[in-house]
C-alpha cells in the first residue's frame, strides 16, 4: 500500500484525526490527505468525517490496503477478486524472486489440490498462497505444511469450529466418534531448491469458510456451516500471523502438530506411491512423516494420503 495511506491509517487507528493535523504530521498539503481519504473509501475503509476530524469506523474489505492494515506479520498482499489458482501465481513470483508474499483470492477458478485433483473454490472461502524462501533443507520443507495446517486449525477454533488435524494437510471437523470427518481446508504445499537447500516454499492454503455446504463437494463442511460466517479480513490475518510465528519457531511446530492431530492413535489407510498400508497411527517424525504400526512392524510415512478406519 502507499507509504501515505498506511500512515494515514496508522494515525486513525489512534482514534480521530483532523485534516490539518494529518497534513502537518505526514508532511503534506490538506488537499492531498483529503485525496488520500478518498482513495482508502474507495477501497473500503468507512471513514467518516465528524466534528473532530476523520475517524475509521470500520473496515468492512476484502482486499490488499484492508488485509496488510492492522496484520502483525511480515507479509505483503497480492489481492485478486478471481484467480485461476493463488498456487500458481504464487509460484510465478516465487520464480521472480519474491519473498513474504501471500496470494490472495476472492474466488478460484482452477484451484488444485495434491496430485493435479481438483479443488472447489467459490466466493466466500479463503484461499491464500504464501512465497516463503526460507533457510532450511529440503527434509524440513514437510514442517512448512504442517505449520500451515496448524495455523489453519488454530484459527479455525478461534471461529468456533471444533477443527483437528489429519495426517498430513486437512483441516476436518470430527463426525461422531468412529474416526469419520468433514473436510473443513486443505494445503498444498509447493517447492523448488537442492537437497540441501530450499530456493522457495509455497503453502497454499484453502479454507471453506463462509460458503454453503450445498456449493462443496460431497464429505466438505465450511465454517459457514459449523459455526456460522466469519470476517474473511480478520481470518487471513489471523492465519498469517499464526504461519508466521511457527515458521519462525520451526520446533514448535510438531508438538503443535501433536495436539491437533486426530490422526495418532487411530487406526488408518496410507496410500502411498510404494502401496497401501493399514495399521495404527502412532506418532509423527520431527520432520513431520507418520509412523505407522502394521503388523509387520513400524513403518515410517513420508509421503501419502490418509484415510482414518473404523476402529476394530
Ligand atoms: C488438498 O488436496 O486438500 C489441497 C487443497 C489446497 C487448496 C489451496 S486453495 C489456495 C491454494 N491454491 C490452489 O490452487 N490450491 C491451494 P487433496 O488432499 O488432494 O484434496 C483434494 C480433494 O479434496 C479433491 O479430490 C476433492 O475430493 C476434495 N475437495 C475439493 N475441493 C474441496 C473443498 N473446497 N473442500 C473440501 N474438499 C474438497
Redesign the pocket.
Known amino acids: 500500500m502507499n507509504e501515505t495511506r498506511r500512515a494515514i491509517l496508522e494515525a486513525l487507528s489512534g482514534g480521530p484525526v483532523s485534516g490539518p493535523e494529518l497534513a502537518a504530521d505526514l508532511d503534506v498539503s490538506r488537499a492531498a490527505v483529503w485525496k488520500h481519504i478518498e482513495a482508502l473509501r474507495e477501497s473500503n475503509f468507512d471513514i467518516e468525517s465528524g466534528p473532530t476530524g476523520y475517524e475509521l469506523a470500520d473496515v468492512t474489505a476484502y482486499n490488499a490496503p484492508a488485509i496488510e492494515f492492522g496484520l502483525e506479520a511480515p507479509f505483503s498482499i497480492e489481492y485478486h477478486d478471481a484467480v485461476?489458482?493463488?498456487?500458481?501465481r504464487?509460484r510465478q513470483l516465487a520464480a521472480e524472486g519474491a519473498a513474504n508474499v501471500a496470494?490472495v483470492?476472492g474466488e478460484?477458478t482452477?484451484?488444485?489440490?495434491?496430485?493435479e485433483?481438483?479443488?472447489?473454490?467459490?466466493v466466500g472461502?479463503?484461499?491464500?498462497?504464501i512465497v516463503t524462501r526460507p533457510t532450511i533443507t529440503t527434509a524440513q520443507a514437510p514442517l512448512y505444511t504442517l505449520a500451515a495446517a496448524v495455523a489453519t486449525a488454530t484459527v479455525a477454533r478461534e471461529a468456533g469450529v471444533d477443527a483437528g488435524i489429519k495426517w498430513p494437510?486437512?483441516v476436518v471437523v470430527p463426525v461422531g466418534d468412529d474416526g469419520d470427518y468433514?473436510?473443513?481446508?486443505?494445503?498444498?504445499t509447493e517447492m523448488e531448491g537442492q537437497p540441501d537447500r530450499v530456493d522457495w516454499v509455497v503453502p497454499?492454503?484453502?479454507?471453506?469458510a463462509n460458503?454453503d455446504a450445498a456449493d462443496?463437494?460431497?464429505?466438505?463442511?465450511?465454517i459457514r456451516e459449523e459455526a456460522g460466517d466469519v470476517d474473511r479480513r480478520r481470518f487471513v490475518q489471523r492465519l498469517l500471523e499464526e504461519f508466521e510465528r511457527y515458521r519462525t519457531d520451526i520446533e514448535a511446530v510438531v508438538p503443535a502438530w501433536r495436539d491437533l492431530a486426530l490422526t495418532l492413535g487411530q487406526r488408518v489407510r496410507v496410500d502411498r506411491p510404494s502401496g497401501e498400508l493399514v495399521g495404527e497411527a502412532v506418532d509423527i517424525t520431527e520432520f513431520g512423516a507418520l509412523e505407522v504400526e502394521t503388523d509387520d512392524g513400524r513403518v515410517t510415512v513420508s509421503a501419502g494420503?490418509c484415510e482414518h478406519l473404523r476402529p476394530v
Open positions: 485461476g489458482s493463488t498456487n500458481d504464487a496470494v483470492a478460484q482452477g484451484g488444485r489440490g495434491r496430485l485433483r481438483e479443488w472447489t473454490a467459490p472461502g479463503v484461499w491464500v498462497s494437510n486437512d468433514r473436510k473443513l481446508a486443505g494445503i498444498l497454499g492454503i484453502g479454507v471453506n460458503i462443496l463437494p460431497a464429505g466438505a463442511t465450511s494420503d
